[in-house]
């Protein structure tokens, strides 16, 4: 069965160059996670190597993301050249494999106005079928009014939002992450559990902030199984009693603008779990390339627990053909 993978990292030299280079203060510490094994390597290549492992994976197509923290923590000047270099040389690669290969857009988010414009430049090229973003850039977060003019912009042009975990700020890390071991302290604050509350207080945030009223064709993406908010939903939901503004529930949005990715996690319970909450319909496969490795069995034994061998053609592909356009070779 052909498997399209949608959260598939990717960096440049000079995008990890920067993020490295900035003062001990500035600097994300997350960084440190891409250095384990040989994930660094990994992320820089997006040929051969690449390619191989896809085909021990069984995957055929990857929609390609700079890795976190992308250029959201970057000067604004730098940001902008990083971003633009980021995004035409993805474009060559896809260009080299049209069909294994698509990506994600590296915005400048620092810059909202900035942004726009690249999104407006690569909107056309066949090759960026969805945004890759996160849910604050500096102190702004994505529902800011700021990044209005952006979000419709996505809308506007089909452009998914793949909203990815991020480090806290450094005052929640202090308060809520610290204490223990410098490293289990990272731990606690990225993949233990700080990057999914992020990500899923990103999400709500955009809903509560009426996002989908003005935009209602905006379609955004959370990985790790819904960054905990499919497991807390009827309680999440509560927010509709106070948020009165809204056209709908909180809860009605994750039927019609929220979609879930695996990012990597093949575990037969949370597929069961998540489809109490959501459908078929609006659920994504993504390895999170090089940071989790699959193969093709575990692949194979993860869509096979789906009894209806429709619902496992959306999982594995026709949901991603469908939420970013991509035609069949």
């Known amino acids: 069965m052909r498997v399209i993978a949608i959260e598939e990292h990717w960096t440049t030299e000079d995008i990890d160059r920067a993020l490295r280079s900035r003062p001990a203060g500035e600097r994300d510490d997350s960084l440190a996670l891409n250095d384990r094994g040989d994930i660094s390597a990994r992320l820089l290549d997006i040929g051969a190597q690449r390619i191989e492992a896809m085909d021990a994976a069984g995957v055929d197509v990857q929609i390609l993301s700079i890795a976190p923290p992308g250029t959201h923590g970057l000067p604004v000047r730098e940001a902008i050249e990083l971003s633009r270099d980021a995004n035409d040389r993805v474009s060559e690669a896809v260009e080299r494999r049209p069909t294994r290969l698509r990506a994600m857009t590296t915005l400048p988010m620092p810059d909202p106005d900035a942004a726009v414009a690249e999104l407006e430049r690569t909107a056309d090229d066949p090759a960026h079928v969805?945004?890759?973003?996160?849910?604050?850039?500096?102190?702004?977060?994505?529902?800011?009014?700021?990044?209005?003019?952006?979000?419709?912009?996505?809308?506007?042009?089909?452009?998914?939002?793949?909203?990815?975990?991020?480090?806290?700020?450094?005052?929640?890390?202090?308060?809520?992450?610290?204490?223990?071991?410098?490293?289990?302290?990272?731990?606690?604050?990225?993949?233990?559990?700080?990057?999914?509350?992020?990500?899923?207080?990103?999400?709500?945030?955009?809903?509560?902030?009426?996002?989908?009223?003005?935009?209602?064709?905006?379609?955004?993406?959370?990985?790790?199984?819904?960054?905990?908010?499919?497991?807390?939903?009827?309680?999440?939901?509560?927010?509709?009693?106070?948020?009165?503004?809204?056209?709908?529930?909180?809860?009605?949005?994750?039927?019609?603008?929220?979609?879930?990715?695996?990012?990597?996690?093949?575990?037969?319970?949370?597929?069961?779990?998540?489809?109490?909450?959501?459908?078929?319909?609006?659920?994504?496969?993504?390895?999170?390339?090089?940071?989790?490795?699959?193969?093709?069995t575990a692949l194979g034994g993860f869509l096979h627990e789906l009894p209806d061998p429709e619902d496992q053609r959306k999982i594995a592909h026709a949901n991603a053909e469908s939420l970013f356009g991509l035609a069949r070779p």
Not at 167 to 179: D, H, L, N, Q, T
């Open 130 to 296: 969805g945004i890759m973003s996160y849910g604050r850039s500096g102190e702004r977060p994505l529902d800011d009014p700021a990044n209005d003019d952006l979000l419709a912009t996505a809308a506007k042009a089909g452009k998914p939002i793949f909203l990815h975990p991020q480090i806290p700020p450094k005052a929640v890390r202090e308060a809520s992450y610290s204490g223990v071991d410098p490293m289990t302290d990272l731990a606690l604050a990225t993949f233990g559990w700080g990057w999914h509350i992020e990500a899923g207080l990103a999400a709500l945030r955009l809903v509560v902030r009426g996002t989908f009223d003005r935009h209602p064709d905006l379609q955004i993406v959370l990985g790790h199984w819904g960054e905990m908010l499919l497991f807390a939903l009827d309680r999440v939901d509560g927010l509709s009693n106070v948020a009165t503004h809204l056209e709908r529930r909180v809860a009605d949005y994750f039927s019609t603008n929220i979609h879930i990715a695996t990012s990597g996690m093949l575990a037969p319970r949370l597929l069961r779990h998540a489809l109490e909450y959501t459908t078929a319909d609006r659920i994504l496969f993504s390895g999170d390339y090089p940071f989790h490795r699959l193969d093709a």
